[in-house]
Each structure stands twice: as structure tokens, then as C-alpha cells.
């Protein structure tokens, strides 16, 4: 099952910098494969990518997917691996809410976003994602 991975751990300037700027606990986020592969949009790893990352709960909360399929996430990652990051969303949808973003280029909750098929996914923080997906997993059981 695809899990939301969402970063805790105290981090560097850059993480506190995101939660003081979002609110939320959450600095990051990836989604993660059922074969322990993490998916994202890294500044630290230039961009979209696949990586095999220590799933450690002091470091990170985890949010089940059960309405996402693995062969979806592996399809957006083989379109878009190796895309840039994307300073300029970062700067035009989370700072300033402009909702100017790269067509190109991906931060982190924008992807994990796009791949939940959320409309607009440039506004999601990784805290506002995180409470989006909680949210949706209470309707699950419903559908």
C-alpha cells in the first residue's frame, strides 16, 4: 500500500523556516511505495526522485493511501523523474499566494498532490496536505 510519508524530524534552518511559514509540524513530504522506496520532489537530491530512506517514525508520520495504486505513482515518477525543483512554485504558491508554479518543476507537496489528483496542488504545504489526507481517509470507508 502507498503510504504519505510527512517529515518531523528538527531538520535544518530550511525545515524550521517551512513550519514556521505553514503552521504545521511537517517540513516535507514523500510518497512511499510498497517496496520502501520514497518518492518526492527534493531541493537536497535536485528534484524528483526515487530514494531509499530509513522509514523511521521519530523522523516521520506516515498516512495510509489505500485509494492510490503503486503502478500510479510509478507512472508520474518515470514521467517526471529528474524534473527540477521548483523554487519559483515555492516562492509564487506558498509565500506569496500567487499560485504561479513551474510547468516543469516540482516541490514536494505539489507532486505528492498532483499524484492524490488534488486540483490546484501547488497550494498544498506539507501540512495542509497531511490534514487533506486525513480528511479523505475518513471518507474511504464510505465509498
Known sequence: ????????????????????????????????LPDGRFVSSSPRNGGVRAKVIEPDPAVWN????????PAHVEQLL????????DWLGVLGSQILPAGIQSRSRWFCSEFCAHVLELERPQRYSPGQLAKTVRWASNLVPLL
Open 1 to 32: 500500500m502507498v503510504r504519505l510519508a510527512l517529515y518531523k524530524a528538527p531538520g535544518d534552518f530550511y525545515d524550521r523556516a517551512i513550519r514556521a511559514w505553514t503552521r504545521s509540524p511537517y517540513s516535507h513530504c514523500e510518497l512511499v
Open 62 to 69: 506516515f498516512l495510509l493511501l489505500p485509494w492510490i495504486q
Open 78 to 85: 518515470e514521467r517526471e523523474a529528474g524534473a527540477g525543483y
